[in-house]
């Protein structure tokens, strides 16, 4: 008997124990524990505010939505308001009509994720402090209207008094669209440079090799090198003005004769057939009527006749 109630004893311990440790294999520790604990519902303030994000905004749109809970969150909290959110929400001519009767439909799931986290503490940075939203477009002749941000069909805006603050500087509708208009063309610009950078015109162009890189062209350029003649040596033209000079320069008779026949002879049928005149070979033989004209390189004149 005492061995079937100390058997008994052990199977009951262990069934109470063992729902604890089953707990703590599922649920973890850590981050893990933190987030079991986390309520999954706020209860009626949740579905409150998620009907005001239902109903008053793009229903497809979270930035709408969050930016919607986020006035309802700073009405609550300005102690101008009630500090319920039901209640907040409920007030007479406040939201859209039936907010609170009407079914909510496709998107409600996405209401209601919003409204979680707007409970828990995020919100729309681009609101910031306003308590006011209209249809994005309309426009009212009132000069309080300070508007922050455009999000989910609905411009939301803050009444700041220009009696009051006459210093301030009111933002108008198209101000804040144009400002997140540049700021999104901006975001898509960096994302398509980060992404992948454009090509060029540069880039596409096909490279043109140089004439002189060119087989054909140093083909080209190496004939028309054989065709085309060199030029005349610099020591050519020296012989022929030495030549030249030497002639002019002849002190004699015989020097000139032997001289001009051979440069006649170089030329292939030619003969010489002028003879030099004997006065002029006399003159150009006697020292003393030389004078030292053709030393000095000047031609030899015909003599003048003595009386």
């Known amino acids: 008997m005492k061995t ?9 311990s262990a069934i109470v124990l063992l729902p604890p440790l089953a707990l703590a294999g599922c649920v973890g520790t850590g981050t893990d524990l933190e987030e079991a604990v986390t309520p999954l519902s706020y209860g009626p303030s949740q579905e409150c505010l998620a009907r005001a994000m239902y109903f008053e905004s793009n229903r ?30 409920a007030q007479p001519k ?8 009407r079914p909510m439909g496709a998107g409600k799931e ?30 009212f002749p009132y000069g309080n209207m300070h508007y922050t941000a455009i999000a989910g069909g609905n411009a939301f805006y803050e009444k700041v008094s220009r009696r009051h603050r006459p210093d301030f500087k009111h933002a108008s509708q198209a101000e804040v669209a144009a400002a997140g208009a540049s ?12 992404a992948a950078p454009t090509s060029t015109a540069a880039a596409l162009k096909p490279a043109r090799k ?24 610099p020591s050519v033209g020296l012989a022929a003005s030495a030549a030249d000079v030497t002639v002019a320069q002849a002190t004699t008779a015989t020097d000139a004769a032997s001289i001009a026949p051979a440069a006649d002879a170089a030329l292939p049928g030619v003969t010489a057939t002028t003879a030099v005149p004997a006065a002029e070979t006399q003159i150009a033989a006697s020292p003393s009527t030389g004078n030292g004209l053709a030393e000095r390189g000047g031609r030899v004149a015909s003599p003048t006749p003595r009386p």
Not at 4 to 12: D, H, Q, T, W
Not at 67 to 78: D, L, P
Not at 94 to 101: I, N, Y
């Open 4 to 12: 079937i109630r100390s058997s008994r004893r052990l199977s009951l």
């Open 60 to 89: 497809s749109s979270e930035s709408g939505m969050l930016a919607v809970g986020t006035v309802v969150m700073n009405r609550v909290e300005s102690g101008e308001y009630p500090s319920d959110v039901c209640a907040v929400v």
């Open 94 to 101: 406040q939201f859209a009509p039936g907010v609170m009767t």
């Open 110 to 139: 996405l209401a209601m994720e919003t409204a979680h986290k707007v409970l828990s503490g995020q919100r729309h940075e681009p609101v910031r402090d306003a308590r006011f939203f209209h249809t994005a477009g309309l426009s």
């Open 183 to 194: 700021g999104a063309i901006d975001g898509m610009r960096q994302g398509k440079t980060a």
């Open 210 to 233: 140089p004439a002189e890189e060119s087989p054909f062209m140093a083909l080209w350029n190496g004939l028309a090198r054989k065709d085309t003649a060199p030029p005349a040596s």
